[in-house]
């Protein structure tokens, strides 16, 4: 495994402790406004301290990007990672258990290491450049399908596969 994926899971499974724990202790959780229909709770900045703490550890040189405090520059601008650490913050919110946290490493502007985990269901989806992608340590294998029709291109709205194309091209 790339060390960098392993401190990726790592900092998604602890920040994925943060999130479950505090799923299940709703009247402790601390929203606010940032803008229309975003949200940002005192879950997300936690997780997010997390995160940072767990990739410092090892990389303390390496920049980290979040959406909740921004950039923090490191000596070595060349290794960036891109992090959410409450992604789905609205449905958090709205008790929805459907949330993940999202972490991504990119090196000279190319995305090489990817992590989303799901706390609620703990599953876990990685991707390293050139390795493909795994579901809880299982190969995931891509669609072969050559059009839209028959396929499921959204999991929340139902789409024709024409309207779909036009907004492709």
Same mark, same amino acid.
């Given at each position: *495994?790339?060390? *960098?994926?392993?401190?990726?899971?790592?900092?998604?499974?602890?920040?994925?402790?943060?999130?479950?724990? %505090?799923?299940?202790?709703?009247?402790? &959780?601390?929203?606010? /406004?940032?803008?229309?229909?975003?949200?940002?709770?005192?879950?997300?900045?936690?997780?997010?301290?997390?995160?940072?703490?767990?990739?410092?550890?090892?990389?303390? /040189?390496?920049?980290?990007?979040?959406?909740?405090?921004?950039?923090?520059?490191?000596?070595?601008?060349?290794?960036?990672?891109?992090?959410?650490?409450?992604?789905?913050?609205?449905?958090?919110?709205?008790?929805?258990?459907?949330?993940? &946290?999202?972490?991504?490493?990119?090196?000279?502007?190319?995305?090489?290491?990817? &992590? &989303?985990?799901?706390? *609620?269901?703990?599953?876990?989806?990685?991707?390293?450049?050139? /390795?493909?992608? /795994?579901? %809880?340590?299982?190969?995931?294998?891509?669609?072969?399908?050559?059009?839209?029709?028959?396929?499921?291109?959204?999991?929340?709205?139902?789409?024709?596969?024409?309207?779909?194309?036009?907004?492709?091209?």
């Amino acid at each position: *495994m790339h060390p *960098m994926l392993t401190i990726a899971v790592r900092a998604a499974r602890k920040a994925g402790n943060v999130i479950a724990k %505090n799923y299940e202790t709703p009247d402790a &959780v601390e929203a606010s /406004q940032k803008g229309s229909n975003d949200f940002v709770t005192n879950v997300d900045k936690a997780a997010e301290a997390v995160i940072i703490d767990t990739i410092r550890k090892s990389y303390p /040189q390496h920049t980290i990007i979040t959406e909740e405090s921004g950039e923090h520059v490191g000596t070595d601008q060349d290794v960036q990672w891109v992090i959410d650490p409450l992604d789905g913050t609205t449905n958090f919110i709205k008790r929805l258990p459907h949330f993940a &946290v999202s972490i991504a490493v990119r090196i000279k502007g190319r995305t090489e290491v990817a &992590v &989303v985990y799901d706390p *609620m269901r703990n599953e876990l989806f990685t991707a390293t450049r050139g /390795q493909g992608a /795994q579901l %809880n340590g299982y190969r995931l294998r891509g669609s072969t399908a050559r059009d839209l029709d028959g396929t499921i291109p959204r999991d929340r709205l139902p789409v024709q596969s024409q309207t779909i194309r036009d907004h492709l091209h």
